[in-house]
T-cell receptor
Framework: RKEVEQDPGPFNVPEGATVAFNCTYS??????FFWYRQDCRKEPKLLMS???SGNEDGRFTAQLNRASQYISLLIRDSKLSDSATYLC????????FGTGTSLTVIP | DTGVSQDPRHKITKRGQNVTFRCDPI?????LYWYRQTLGQGPEFLTY????????KSRLLSDRFSAERPKGSFSTLEIQRTEQGDSAMYLC?????????????FGPGTRLLVL
């Protein structure tokens, strides 16, 4: 079983839509969780960190469910510029990366 | 710009040649990580340093790969006798650790193409 699993998508949503991504992790002792955004042929850039139950930053909300071992990312009012791959990362003694979820926001 | 930097940004080489990449971390960060990423996959851990000590190395890393961080600042990753399967993006990240809130910041990567 992989340490971190994400639905690869792709998710194609219209502008203004709300979209949610889920990520599950296998190590129950994991301490910190992250969502990174990665544009095509670029490096991952930190979007949000999650240490307790959740975090909110503008249109982006991340939630952590330790009992079920999953993290979610909610994007409200999607913009064209949100089109990217979103990587779920879990620190369980080592940083483990999901394969990423591809999002395309359509005009 | 005080972020993580990597050099070169692109490298094309012939199979069998040796290549070396450099990473300069954020100056106050004591940890430095190397990852490899291929299309459609997340970054794959290769190795990491805390200061000058190499603390962990992936089992997937063959003997052709070696990394150094001699003074605890910049790091180099060398691939000897390159193979076509080594073609990938090589990413470097740095962080301040150990910490329950350790956060990695990535450099722009070195894209390697082995012909």
């Amino acid at each position: 079983r992989k340490e971190v699993e994400q639905d690869p998508g792709p998710f194609n949503v219209p502008e203004g839509a709300t979209v949610a991504f889920n990520c599950t992790y296998s190590n129950s002792a994991s301490q910190s969780f992250f969502w990174y955004r990665q544009d095509c042929r670029k490096e991952p850039k930190l979007l949000m960190s999650v240490y307790s139950s959740g975090n909110e930053d503008g249109r982006f909300t991340a939630q952590l469910n330790r009992a079920s071992q999953y993290i979610s990312l909610l994007i409200r009012d999607s913009k064209l510029s949100d089109s990217a791959t979103y990587l779920c990362v879990v620190n369980g003694g080592q940083f483990y990366f999901g394969t990423g979820t591809s999002l395309t926001v359509i005009p | 710009d005080t972020g993580v930097s990597q050099d070169p940004r692109h490298k094309i080489t012939k199979r069998g040649q040796n290549v070396t990449f450099r990473c300069d971390p954020i100056s106050e960060h004591n940890r430095l990580y190397w990852y490899r990423q291929t299309l459609g996959q997340g970054p794959e851990f290769l190795t990491y340093f805390q200061n000058e000590a190499q603390l962990e190395k992936s089992r997937l890393l063959s003997d052709r790969f070696s990394a150094e961080r001699p003074k605890g600042s910049f790091s180099t990753l060398e691939i000897q006798r390159t193979e076509q399967g080594d073609s990938a993006m090589y990413l470097c990240a740095s962080s301040l650790g150990p910490s329950g809130r350790e956060t990695q910041y990535f450099g722009p990567g070195t894209r390697l193409l082995v012909l």
